[in-house]
């Protein structure tokens, strides 16, 4: 039998199958074998002796919280308390790249910013690059964009995930500041990541991806999870768009086709300083 974990408790791991859940151990070689199943594995289980027989290669791995085959992020940023970071961002966003994460920017406390045109170009910006752009407001949208796929919610602290996700399903009840997904757990008690079914998809319940350095990844990877580098191919080979003269991507930028706070985050990214105009 098929399944997928939505739960890991010690030894049991919860795996949903159908519309159904049950409680299973792991074969006793995993442990010799050093294979540490995680929430969003993919499963084979043996459903009468409830033992995970087999994981199934996973489409992407995150160590901060450990999931799995994740398809969705949304990153909730907030135009104000806290301040909206281009930076972050643009970390949230090729991170996503990089394990092939389809990424939702969801913009929350539109209404205590007045340069609303300022925010406009920049969130159409992202948008022509092919990314979802909907606000906290957008309910009927957030929910369509759910269905179907393992989603999990991130971004700025304190941007309002908790709040969203309040919307979303009531019957949650998250304490706003954390978020929490299981009803009445403490501040204070163990975490437990799990995945809660929800309009024919999955949400994580997590308090966001704590660890954001891109530090394990390449410099290719980086650079390739800047998709509007690829509309302007150079005439070098594997260029890193830096300090190659005649480079097409820098042109962009000096042309304004590529905006310069995400050109400036590259090379942060990739630890080539800062960009001077």
């Avoid at 954001?212 to 410099?219: H, R, V």
């Avoid at 003269?245 to 590259?266: G, P, T």
Wanted: a negative charge; proline letters at 2%.
């Amino acid at each position: 039998m098929q399944g997928q974990i939505v739960k890991i408790i010690s030894d049991l791991h919860y795996v949903k199958y159908e519309d159904k859940i049950c409680a299973c151990k792991c074969r006793g070689i995993f442990r010799k074998e050093h294979i540490t199943p995680v929430v969003g594995d993919y499963v084979f289980f043996d459903l009468e002796k409830l033992i995970i027989e087999k994981i199934l290669p996973r489409k992407n791995l995150f160590q901060r919280p450990k999931v799995s085959n994740i398809d969705q992020a949304f990153i909730v940023t907030s135009f104000k308390n806290p301040d909206f970071s281009l930076n972050l961002l643009d970390k949230f966003i090729s991170l996503m790249e990089i394990n092939n994460v389809e990424v939702v920017i969801c913009i929350t406390k539109e209404d205590l910013v007045e340069e609303k045109d300022y925010y406009k170009d920049v969130l159409d910006y992202y948008e022509k690059l092919g990314y979802t752009v909907v606000s906290n407001t957008d309910i009927g949208k957030i929910k369509e964009l759910i269905k179907g796929k393992m989603n999990v919610f991130t971004g700025q602290t304190g941007a309002g995930k908790s709040t969203l996700l309040n919307k979303l399903n009531e019957e949650w009840q998250l304490e706003v500041g954390d978020v929490s997904l299981a009803l009445g757990r403490g501040r204070h008690t163990t975490r437990v990541v799990e995945a809660f079914s929800f309009l024919g998809g999955l949400v994580i319940d997590t308090p966001g991806f704590s660890a954001l350095e891109l530090s394990n990844y390449t410099k290719e990877q980086i650079r390739d999870s800047f998709r509007e580098f690829k509309d302007y191919p150079c005439i070098y080979k594997d260029c890193f768009h830096t300090k190659e003269k005649e480079c097409c991507v820098k042109q962009a930028v000096l042309d304004n086709n590529i905006m310069k706070s995400r050109y400036a985050n590259y090379l942060a990214f990739i630890g080539e300083g800062e960009y001077e105009s």
